[in-house]
């Protein structure tokens, strides 16, 4: 049986990382599970965790009255859902809910924010994994908006 070190260490975003920096991780991390249907996170709640993906799909939504329920977008095996616990006030911006039973490593948001004030080095190296994925996030963003509003300057 793997360890959260080992299941971290296969997933793109804690990738090359040393073995002690993902044991500092993972100390802040438990397996998890949810079942199709249920919330992973609510808007609005505290921003405690976040979740990396081991298999499954979850949908991240806002709701957009009167339109209801949009999809932002869908993350897979391999994906972080949840920046949120990184910057104050730490409350979820969005919604996510389970497409299909999800497996994933919950890690605990505060103890994570504990451990980069007590080794900035590696607070650094943490939050410049999670700006690249923020940019990956915004590009992607982009890209879906070009394809739903098309040229605008025509």
């Not at 990184?86 to 994570?112: K, S």
């Not at 080095?121 to 999670?130: P, S, Y």
Request: include cysteine; charged fraction near 20%.
């Amino acid at each position: 049986m793997k360890s959260i070190a080992d299941l971290l260490a296969e997933q793109p975003t804690f990738a090359g990382l040393p073995m002690d920096a993902l044991e500092l991780i993972a100390g802040c991390g438990v397996n998890t599970g949810f079942e199709a249907g249920q919330y992973l996170l609510r808007e609005g709640d505290p921003a405690d965790s976040f979740f990396v993906l081991r298999s499954g799909r979850v949908a991240l939504e806002m709701s957009a009255p009167p339109r209801g329920v949009l999809v932002i977008e869908t993350f897979g095996g391999g994906d972080v859902v949840g920046w949120s616990w990184l910057f104050p006030p730490y409350r979820w911006h969005f919604d996510a809910v389970a497409l299909e039973p999800v497996r994933a490593v919950a890690l605990d948001g505060a103890c994570l924010r504990g451990k980069c004030e007590e080794d900035p080095t590696f607070g650094f190296e943490l939050t410049r994994r999670f700006a690249h994925l923020l940019v990956g996030r915004l590009q992607a963003t982009r890209v879906r908006l070009l394809d739903l509003y098309g040229d605008v300057a025509s």
